[in-house]
């Protein structure tokens, strides 16, 4: 199970930005990726690579038929 969070860095502790449905003493472990802010909006940090590659249009739906040559079970 994966779950995304917003949060803020502040005095050396992260402060999420929303509530997380886990067990108090739950063992996780974080990725950080720092957002980008533009004005008031942030942006994810690829959003200027979006879109820019040349393929099929089915590319993320049919991945392994592409990069393998047949569909992967």
């Given at each position: 199970m994966t779950?995304?969070?917003?949060?803020?860095?502040?005095?050396g502790q992260f402060k999420l930005k929303g509530?997380?449905?886990?067990?108090?003493?739950?063992p996780v472990r974080l990725s950080i990726?720092?957002?980008v802010e533009h004005g008031n909006e942030i942006q994810d940090p690829l959003a200027g690579v979006i879109g820019v590659?040349?393929?099929p249009s089915d590319g993320a739906?049919?991945?392994?038929?592409?990069?393998y040559g047949k569909m992967r079970s």
């Open positions: 779950i995304t969070v917003d949060a803020t860095f502040e005095n509530p997380v449905a886990l067990a108090e003493g739950t990726t720092p957002l590659g040349d393929g739906d049919n991945h392994d038929k592409y990069i």
